[in-house]
């Protein structure tokens, strides 16, 4: 359930009708058992003389209503949406499991904007209908987590505002893919940015040049290489969104492995000698691997892993590629490097679709290098959709290491 949408909050009540086999009167009654609890427990008696059918009506009556109160009270705090009730006077009446998960003590709960939510909009005393959202769902962080919260009036079966119900939800993955999607929007629109620069400048040169004059070879070079990368770029979004909505498939056709990587070390020779770097390829056992799989897709998941080394490695560090057998029956491919290392904080995150963390030089500059956060997710996406695995090991201010296995193909597999 989400509390972003008001008509929504309606559906937790329905469903806690649902559950519990009573109607919305059920809130009208809890609210109106709890906070005139001494008029229900003192009941007008009946005299010695009534008969023993009326001597049984009002306590009956009183049963019946603490059962239902007993049953709402218990579905409400099996739900997994946290739920706070509060009267008209400020105390708080209900706080379900979930609640307490969420927003932790009391004193953490009133201390954070939430307290001040139930504050709000005390001049609402008559309602159209026992259950009203009052404003509009709120984000607040608390407990390094950002809790959903849609505040509601509710009213007895005449109208009048009996107290105040609160519904939770933690929102913290909602509102991390919310700026996830924004650092997305600025990312692919800064690299499309700078190809289409170059195609329209180069363009308008060669629009500019006599009708009668060959048109410059380099300035075609330039715009077919520009438009080479846009290509690209629209076939990784492509493959991206194909991974993200699971039919991603990979071919399994025999390759060389030793000369994939080679292949993809070559293509970033400008990258790797404009970031001053050393880099280096060990192959071990070459004679004896041989696999199945994607070539294109392993160029490219092994490009992205380079790339991330590059990127994130200073000045005069070094990067090694190691391939070697790992078992009898995978291979592993590393790429280790001397780069900044990834933070605690980051590291759970890496491999999410479009994260981009805060990595920092070992003098506290922080690094923004260009791309759109998904080469490592890529990276993995790949690596299991042949049967293997990517892991990391990482340290801040020590490097990195990238491991991904393959299996390797079946000895009776036909070549």
């Given at each position: 359930?989400?509390?972003?949408?008001?008509?929504?909050?309606?559906?937790?009540?329905?469903?806690?009708?649902?559950?519990?086999?009573?109607?919305?009167?059920?809130?009208?009654?809890?609210?109106?058992?709890?906070?005139?609890?001494?008029?229900?427990?003192?009941?007008?008696?009946?005299?010695?003389?009534?008969?023993?059918?009326?001597?049984?009506?009002?306590?009956?009556?009183?049963?019946?209503?603490?059962?239902?109160?007993?049953?709402?009270?218990?579905?409400?705090?099996?739900?997994?949406?946290?739920?706070?009730?509060?009267?008209?006077?400020?105390?708080?009446?209900?706080?379900?499991?979930?609640?307490?998960?969420?927003?932790?003590?009391?004193?953490?709960?009133?201390?954070?904007?939430?307290?001040?939510?139930?504050?709000?909009?005390?001049?609402?005393?008559?309602?159209?209908?026992?259950?009203?959202?009052?404003?509009?769902?709120?984000?607040?962080?608390?407990?390094?987590?950002?809790?959903?919260?849609?505040?509601?009036?509710?009213?007895?079966?005449?109208?009048?505002?009996?107290?105040?119900?609160?519904?939770?939800?933690?929102?913290?993955?909602?509102?991390?893919?919310d700026r996830l999607k924004d650092s997305f929007v600025t990312a692919i629109s800064h690299e499309?940015?700078?190809?289409?620069?170059?195609?329209?400048?180069?363009?308008?040169?060669?629009?500019?040049?006599?009708?009668?004059?060959?048109?410059?070879?380099?300035?075609?070079?330039?715009?077919?290489?520009?438009?080479?990368?846009?290509?690209?770029?629209?076939?990784?979004?492509?493959?991206?969104?194909?991974?993200?909505?699971?039919?991603?498939?990979?071919?399994?056709?025999?390759?060389?492995?030793?000369?994939?990587?080679?292949?993809?070390?070559?293509?970033?020779?400008?990258?790797?000698?404009?970031?001053?770097?050393?880099?280096?390829?060990?192959?071990?056992?070459?004679?004896?691997?041989?696999?199945?799989?994607?070539?294109?897709?392993?160029r490219w998941a092994l490009g992205h892993l380079l790339q991330n080394s590059i990127r994130y490695?200073?000045?005069?560090?070094?990067?090694?590629?190691?391939?070697?057998?790992?078992?009898?029956?995978?291979?592993?491919?590393?790429?280790?490097?001397?780069?900044?290392?990834?933070?605690?904080?980051?590291?759970?995150?890496?491999?999410?679709?479009?994260?981009?963390?805060?990595?920092?030089?070992?003098?506290?500059?922080?690094?923004?290098?260009?791309?759109?956060?998904?080469?490592?997710?890529?990276?993995?996406?790949?690596?299991?959709?042949?049967?293997?695995?990517?892991?990391?090991?990482?340290?801040?201010?020590?490097?990195?290491?990238?491991?991904?296995?393959?299996?390797?193909?079946?000895?009776?597999?036909?070549?």
């Amino acid at each position: 359930m989400s509390t972003n949408d008001p008509q929504e909050l309606s559906g937790v009540i329905r469903r806690v009708d649902h559950l519990g086999s009573a109607t919305s009167q059920l809130f009208g009654r809890l609210y109106h058992r709890l906070r005139q609890n001494s008029e229900v427990s003192t009941p007008n008696l009946p005299s010695p003389t009534e008969s023993s059918d009326a001597d049984n009506e009002p306590s009956n009556a009183i049963k019946r209503r603490d059962a239902d109160i007993e049953r709402l009270n218990a579905i409400i705090h099996a739900l997994d949406e946290g739920i706070i009730v509060q009267d008209n006077e400020g105390r708080v009446l209900i706080e379900n499991a979930a609640a307490k998960k969420l927003i932790g003590s009391r004193k953490d709960f009133w201390t954070s904007e939430l307290g001040t939510l139930f504050n709000a909009f005390r001049d609402v005393v008559r309602l159209d209908s026992e259950l009203a959202p009052l404003g509009e769902p709120a984000r607040v962080q608390i407990n390094n987590m950002i809790i959903g919260a849609q505040v509601a009036a509710v009213a007895d079966s005449k109208g009048k505002r009996i107290g105040t119900m609160m519904v939770l939800r933690d929102v913290t993955r909602d509102a991390l893919a919310d700026r996830l999607k924004d650092s997305f929007v600025t990312a692919i629109s800064h690299e499309l940015r700078t190809p289409m620069a170059v195609i329209k400048g180069m363009s308008d040169v060669i629009m500019g040049q006599p009708q009668d004059r060959p048109p410059n070879r380099k300035f075609l070079e330039t715009l077919s290489r520009n438009v080479d990368i846009l290509d690209r770029m629209i076939v990784e979004l492509l493959d991206i969104g194909e991974m993200s909505a699971t039919a991603f498939s990979v071919r399994h056709e025999p390759l060389n492995l030793e000369d994939l990587v080679w292949q993809v070390e070559r293509g970033m020779k400008p990258e790797i000698k404009k970031a001053r770097l050393d880099v280096k390829i060990m192959v071990k056992d070459a004679d004896r691997i041989k696999l199945l799989g994607d070539d294109q897709r392993l160029r490219w998941a092994l490009g992205h892993l380079l790339q991330n080394s590059i990127r994130y490695t200073e000045a005069k560090g070094h990067i090694v590629i190691i391939v070697g057998l790992s078992g009898d029956d995978k291979v592993a491919i590393q790429v280790v490097d001397t780069g900044v290392g990834i933070s605690k904080r980051d590291l759970p995150h890496i491999f999410e679709r479009f994260y981009r963390g805060e990595p920092r030089t070992r003098t506290g500059k922080l690094l923004d290098p260009r791309g759109l956060g998904q080469g490592l997710f890529v990276a993995r996406t790949v690596a299991d959709a042949h049967g293997g695995y990517l892991s990391v090991q990482s340290e801040v201010g020590q490097g990195s290491v990238f491991t991904m296995v393959l299996p390797l193909q079946p000895p009776n597999q036909p070549q």
